[in-house]
């Protein structure tokens, strides 16, 4: 709010040569009227400021980047600080989600036990829907867990399914590819598998 000079004070303010040309006119009463209007919003801003309550959190301090310039004119207003709300935290949902459906994609992909890889999937795609219902509020982290898990489960249930109705042909409830991958890597890295 700008305050307004009054009619008294706008009779006072043409008493001096404001603009030094010799005599006192209506220019140098409009140099006196802004000077006044400028006093009067300065005085303004002083008492919005002194009106304004300070809540400061005790953790984090708060910082003031020093890097910004503030014009001369203005004044340090107070630093509002909004009041701590819960702290942020993982969803357990979500975490169980990842962990789940990267213990069904590996347990497909042995090939012998793609019966329980599925059986993981369906219980990796379940804690997935829950996580990601969970990240929902604004507290809580992990909806990128709860996404990267459902896409797991939701290949390891394909997957298996595809190996039990024999689709895939390196791939199936008969085929052990954890033996696989252990006799491939004796014969190239001898060193890993020492002959007792």
């Known amino acids: 709010m700008v305050r307004i000079p009054l009619i008294s004070e706008r009779s006072a303010m043409a008493t001096e040569d404001e603009n030094a040309d010799g005599r006192i006119d209506e220019r140098d009463e409009g140099i006196a009227e802004d000077r006044v209007v400028a006093r009067a919003k300065v005085d303004e801003r002083q008492r919005l400021a002194a009106d304004k309550t300070v809540i400061m959190r005790p953790n984090p301090p708060v910082t003031v980047d020093t890097r910004q310039r503030v014009p001369a004119t203005t004044e340090a207003s107070a630093v509002e600080a909004l009041p701590a709300g819960p702290r942020p935290r993982a969803s357990l949902m979500s975490t169980l989600a990842l962990v789940f459906g990267v ?33 929902g509020r604004r507290h809580v982290a992990g909806k990128a867990d709860a996404t990267f898990g459902l896409l797991l489960a939701a290949g390891a249930v394909v997957v298996g399914i595809l190996a039990f109705n024999g689709m895939l042909p390196w791939l199936t409830p008969e085929t052990d590819q954890v033996a696989r991958i252990r006799d491939w890597l004796a014969s190239e890295l001898p060193w890993l598998f020492p002959s007792a």
């Open 103 to 135: 213990a069904a994609a590996f347990t497909v992909l042995t090939g012998v036990l793609a019966g329980p890889g599925i059986a993981l999937g369906v219980v990796a795609a379940l804690f997935g829907v829950l996580g990601m219902g969970a990240t």
